[in-house]
Structure formats: C-alpha cells, structure tokens
C-alpha cells in the first residue's frame, strides 16, 4: 500500500504543473475568504454614495444597509417590532405619572421666565409696567395647576399614542436620518453571524480547493482555472449567507464525539473520551436567540423606540395637529382660570390673548422636549421596557425572529453572490497566467 502511494506521488512530485497544482488549495481558501469579506464589507459600507454620476445614472457604491434604510427598517418594524408590543404599551411600561413629575419640575422652574418672555413679546410696555402683585397672581396660579395639568396631559397622549404616532413612519424616519444608526444596529445585532460568514467561507473555498485538484488531473485545460473559481466565488458566498439562517427549526441529531474545540482564545482540537453527542443543525443566527435578544433589546430601547423618538415623533411627526389639539385643550385649563385670563385680557387685550393660547403651544412643546431630551431621564425609562422587549424577543417563532437580520441580506442579495462570481473568475485568470502558463 505504502509502495503504491509512494509510487503515485511520485509520479505527481515530477509533473511540470506539481506546484501550480498545490497552489490551487490555499489560493482557493484565501481568495474565497478575501471576496467574502469584501462582500460583507460592501453589505455596510459605505454609509453615503461613493462615486459619480453620468447624468441621472450612479456609478459607483453605497452599502446596502444605509442606501436601502427605510425600506430595511419599514420591513423589521412590520415583520418584528410591531409584533412585540404597541406603544401604548411601552409608554405605560415607562411610568407616565413619573414622567409628569420630572418634566414638570423642569418646566415650573422655568415657567415664570416662560411667561415672561411671551408677555414682553406681546405688549412689552404692558407687561413691564404691570404691578409685580398681578404678575405674581399669574405666576402663583400657573404654578399652581401645572403638576395637574403635566400628568393629566401625559396620560392622556399616552393613551392616545397609537394615534398620534405611526410607529413604522417613525423609525423609518430615524433611520434615513441617521444611516449609521441603521448599521450600528445591525452590527450589534448580528457581528458573530458576519465573522462566521467571513471564516466559514475559507473552510468552504478549501474544499472547493480539493474539487479543483481533483478536476485538473482529470481536465488539465487553462480554461477550467478561472471557470471553477467562479463557480466557486458564487457557490461560496450563497452557502455562506444561507447557513446564517437555515434551517430556521432546529434539527438535533445524534453522532459519534471523538474531539472538542476548547475554548482558548486559538481554539485547538483535542482528543475527548468517545461517547454519543447531540447536534443541533440550524442556522447560525437562529442559534443564538437568546444571546441577540439581549442585544436587540438594548439597541432597541435605548437608541430606537425611546421616550425622546416617541415624543418627537409626536410634536413634529405627520399627525402633529392631533397632538397639538389636545395640548391646546389641557393649555386652556390654565389660561381659562378667571385669575390669569382676566389679568392677560386686561393687559394685552382680548385679540392678543387670543393669539396667546396658539404662541402658548409652540413654547410648550419646545420647553416641554428639554426634559424629554435627557439622556438621563431617556436611560431610566429604557431600563423599565428593556425587560419587556428582551422576554418577547425570545417568545418569538423562529421564522418571526429570522427577520431580525435577515433583511439586511436579503436585499440586494443577488448583487453579493453574483460578486463571488465575479471577482473568483478575475482570481482565478490571474492565477492561471502567474502558476500555469508560462
């Protein structure tokens, strides 16, 4: 036996192509591996357009994430985020009371500079010379209601949030406002399935790199060179992508352990005590249900759907004039007390009252979003709904909890397989001429 292999190594050892032959296994992985990252890199970056334009037609790239964002994001929030709650329900998770309390403390410390300011815009000669006793009445009764006023307005547009806010429009518009939100999110989410993608495809690209050896021995023809390693640039990228997701149900089945990877930071094969082990084959990302809904849970909560986005969303939003109605009714509360509308109809006069109560919610709404701005406060209200999301997130099916990521790949999808093709034929016609023709 040994004679026989020693004999046909021979044989192959004195073949003129012998080193162009082995080269063929590590030049396959390696630019297997190369192109792969290249397409993964292309999946995200770059955020904006890199190119030119001849007329009206791009030349040129811009990652697939950020060019495609709303879409991607109107898709998540249809196939996934809508189905972990409403917001409605995450408002009440975020204690409304609470809020009232914290953001009326805000606006009643500035409340009298608040006045003030509006006042002088509108009869400055009025106001300034209005005795300090009526303004102190106005004062002491705004001060008075505004805690009231806060929490009855809070709930109330926490009630009615699913109509003053369309939850899809709203990330949608957050994502084409910031694209590297879009990326930063599914980088967080999903970086383990893209390093697995970039190192499972060297794995593949050797194998192919055998097949290949195999071929040539039998089919020595130039032309098989870079026809195979685009066959194998295309293959390798569609497998890749695809045992990221699949199969979405598990599939456990037994097998015979002889080995174990350890868990250095160089994993390394050793020998283990030969016994029956349980597999679990399915996809790389579906695996680790558990471990991205701590992740998505906290992109989600902290930097998507947030007290601030909501509310935003809500003052500015397409549906702003619902909101603005009921601030306008809840603003009245205060300027319909006897006290503060006869002193203000006594002093401005009853047209520019009038128009007070409209300029009122403009400077409501602006006084009103510094609060809602603080990252401190934007932090404690996501701790309270990051439980919420986390325990949905794992109750989701496999198939809804696939298109977490999955529209990422998904579109434009075509354009990174045809890519392996592409640039595994320009690697290979370049290996032709450098290891096989000379």
Known sequence: MLEFISHYWQVFANRPDFWAILSIVPVTAFVTWAHVWMALKMVFYPINFWGFHIGSLPVGWQGIVPRKAGRISGIITDNTLSKLGSLQ???????????????????????????????????????????????RRIYSQAQKQIPTVLRDLVN??????????????????????????????????????????????????????????????????????????????????????????NPVEPHPFRYLKLFRRTNTRIPFITPVLPHIATYNWQGAFMKRQHEVSDVFASVVTEELI???????????????????????????????????????????????????????IDRSIQITMVPISDPVLNQSRAQKIYHMFRERILALSPKEFQNLLRPAFQEDEW????????????AGTIHLFVAFIR
């Open 156 to 245: 109330e547009l926490t009630f009615n949030v699913e109509n003053l806010v369309d939850m899809r429009e709203m990330v949608v518009r957050q994502m084409e406002g910031d694209r590297r939100l879009m990326v930063r999110m599914f980088l967080k989410v999903g970086q383990k399935e893209i390093n697995f993608i970039w190192h499972i495809s060297a794995l593949i690209g050797m194998f192919f790199g055998f097949f290949q050896m195999l071929v040539w021995f039998f089919v020595p023809w130039h032309w098989t060179v870079p026809f195979w390693a685009a066959v194998w640039g295309f293959l390798t990228n569609w497998i890749a992508i695809w045992m990221v997701f």
């Open 415 to 426: 354009i990174l397989i045809v890519l392996g093709g592409v640039t595994g034929f320009i």
């Open 306 to 360: 947030t007290l601030k986005s909501i509310m935003t969303e809500m003052m500015y939003g397409s549906r702003k004039e619902k909101t603005r109605r009921i601030l306008k009714r809840h603003i009245n509360k205060i300027m319909e007390t006897p006290v503060v509308r006869t002193s203000l109809q006594v002093s401005i006069g009853m047209k520019e009252y009038a128009r007070l109560k409209t300029d009122l």
């Open 89 to 135: 329900e995450f408002l009440q998770a975020m204690e409304p009371d609470e809020m009232a309390k914290i953001i009326g403390d805000q606006v009643g410390y500035d409340l009298e500079h608040l006045i003030d300011e509006v006042m002088l815009e509108r009869n400055p000669v009025l106001w300034e010379n209005l005795p300090f006793s009526i303004k």
